[in-house]
């Protein structure tokens, strides 16, 4: 991604943790919709102080960690956010002449990580719909925003816990 859009922003992907830290996705969907806002109140070019604020803001982000419940990928979040704001230090640098002319070219193809946790626009159908996936195990989550993802529901994260809560007992009672 060589300067930031709002397609490129909406279309990221991030592969889901769940036994491994992550971040939180909600908090990363939130900082994504606060981009998204940004680039779509200066469709017609960024000014370059817009810019420097957008990377500050990408750059400062932190997130809480997840565990044992499914976050996002640290790596793959923090790659992403470096480009954007690689991007727009790029737009804060070309100075006002550039940045006023809104030139911002289409995502670098092959942007989505394979099997990653889809995000979509509101209103879009999600993709766990997309996919057929039915019943307790799949439900659609919406962040206050543009962005929602998929993730497991209350029951199965609950069967989770139970799994792990059965694990912990019987290595208690072996050791």
Do not use: W
């Not at 109140?41 to 750059?59: K, N, Q, R, T, V």
């Not at 092959?110 to 799949?138: D, H, K, N, Y």
């Not at 543009?146 to 529901?153: D, F, G, N």
């Amino acid at each position: 991604m060589s300067e930031p859009t709002v397609e490129g922003v909406l279309h990221a992907r991030f592969r889901p943790t769940s036994f491994r830290e992550g971040y939180d996705q909600g908090d990363v969907d939130s900082l994504l919709d606060e981009v998204v806002q940004l680039l779509k109140a200066h469709e017609g070019g960024m000014p370059a102080d817009a810019a420097a604020a957008a990377a500050d803001l990408c750059e400062n982000a932190r997130f809480q960690p997840t565990k044992f419940r499914e976050g996002y990928d640290q790596d793959e979040v923090d790659d992403f956010l470096a480009s954007l704001v690689r991007g727009f230090r790029e737009i804060a640098a070309a100075g006002p002449a550039t940045a006023a002319a809104g030139q911002f070219p289409p995502p670098a193809p092959g942007q989505a990580v394979p099997g990653a946790a889809p995000i979509t626009v509101a209103g879009a159908p999600s993709t766990a719909a997309a996919r057929g996936a039915t019943g307790p195990t799949s439900t659609t989550t919406t962040t206050p925003g543009l962005i929602e993802s998929t993730r497991p529901s209350a029951l199965t994260r609950a069967l989770v816990a139970v799994a792990v809560l059965a694990v912990v007992g019987i290595l208690a009672v072996l050791l």
